[in-house]
């Protein structure tokens, strides 16, 4: 059963350009949701956890500046800007902030041009 | 500081046997969670097996199971009567009890399985 919806799964993106990244939760049993990265060396990195519609925050990274938004209960954005390495978004899920088992979505995967 | 470790870049193995691969971790916490995931080529991340680190009994799932070692702060994994299917690579994580659900990763180990 799929938890989470992410698109696009794939962009290209010219350098310089922003791009703006969806995910969609489709259970609420899991609604604490995060943005991770990954790298072109396949680490993974924790970006942001937002819990409640209308949270945000940013954070700027080697490669990349990132805006995320908790827009409703069910959809989670993120806004990649100043990428200058490619690399993959993935959204996750969890039933709270503590100890349980996060779930992640099929990623976005971006390559600059 | 917290941190994961998995030295295993790659490791290599014919269909049908069993594999283990280490991970260790550094944390100050009393109460800490670890996990397993396995990415396939396509991208995918999925959640294979957990270990709470206040359960003293190993956890099992199906045909994965977990070497944990908490004096040696080490979870290894252990894959028995492996497939050709479970060609991937696979993480270890941590997540602590407070905070954000912010899970810390390990660099991975590429796992190949040949018939």
């Known amino acids: 059963v799929t938890l989470l919806e992410q698109n696009p799964r794939w962009r290209l993106v010219p350098r310089g350009q922003a791009v703006n990244l969806r995910c969609i939760l489709k259970?609420?049993?899991?609604?604490?949701m995060s943005w991770y990265q990954q790298d072109l060396q396949k680490q993974l990195q924790w970006l942001f956890t937002l819990r409640s519609p209308g949270d945000k925050e940013v954070k700027s990274l080697p490669g990349a500046d990132y805006l995320a938004t908790r827009v409703t209960d069910t959809e989670l954005r993120l806004q990649v800007a100043n990428m200058s390495q490619g690399r993959t978004l993935y959204c996750t899920c969890s039933a709270d902030r503590v100890g349980n088992t996060l779930y992640f979505g099929e990623g976005s995967r971006l390559i600059v041009v | 500081a917290q941190k994961v470790t998995q030295t295993q870049t790659s490791i290599s193995v014919m269909e049908k046997t069993t594999v283990t691969m280490d991970c260790v971790y550094e944390t100050r916490d009393s109460s800490y969670f670890l996990f397993w995931y396995k990415q396939t080529a396509s991208g995918e991340i999925v959640f294979l097996i957990r270990q709470d680190s206040y359960k003293k009994e190993n956890a099992t799932e199906g045909h994965y199971s977990l070497n944990f070692q908490k004096p040696k702060s080490s979870i290894g994994l252990i894959i028995t009567a492996t497939q050709i299917e479970d060609s991937a690579v696979y993480f270890c994580a941590m997540r602590n009890q407070g905070g954000s659900a912010k899970l810390i990763f390990g660099e991975g180990t590429k796992l190949t399985v040949s018939s």
């Open positions: 259970n609420s049993q899991y609604p604490w």
